[in-house]
């Protein structure tokens, strides 16, 4: 006799630690957007929702992997509560003027195009995550991450000013190539998924 698979329950840690990225998000958006963004504490505290939720990201897809816990939930809000952290802080960060409204546009139609083809297509069509998609998010955090700190805050200490405007710029750095890494990956997916329809439609 084989045995049944049984589901794993939704209430479980991975799926506890997605919800509350999705819970961090408009807390993380307020902080970040305090007196207009000129708020150097609570630019700080938005940086350490942005970090927390960063962690939490690793955590559970990895706790969900290692113990079997992958759900059909999780499978859908771990990618929303991820586009959901980093489309917040694209915006919010364009709103305090430290990204250009054409880079946030550019980057959320294509994240959010890209979460919802893969949502809508999950069970006809395996598109896994590429190396070069976990690179562009990689280069994403570090950028999204730094500008959330208060770089070029007039209130900055003297001795902060250079180191500020040097990781302002690095951070820009990164975020150039997250936002190249991202068109490209985008690229390989919406290829992937044309040609794996391609093949089933002839099959």
Known sequence: MSEVQTQPSNWNVPNVLTSLRIVLVPFFGWALLVDGGESMSWRVVAYVVFVVAMITDK???DLARKHN???NFGKIADPIADKAITGMAFIGLSVVGDV???VTIVVLVREWSVT???LSILKKV??????LGKLKTTFQA???GALTLPLRDPDLPGWAETPGDILFYVAQLCLAVAVALTLWSGWEFFHGVWKQRHQLRTA
Request: glycine residues 4%; proline residues 0%; charged residues 15%.
């Open 100 to 102: 250009w409204w054409a």
């Open 116 to 118: 919802l083809l893969r």
């Open 69 to 71: 816990l992958v759900t």
């Open 126 to 131: 395996v598109i896994a995550a590429a190396d």
């Open 59 to 61: 955590i559970d897809g």
């Open 142 to 144: 570090l950028a999204l």
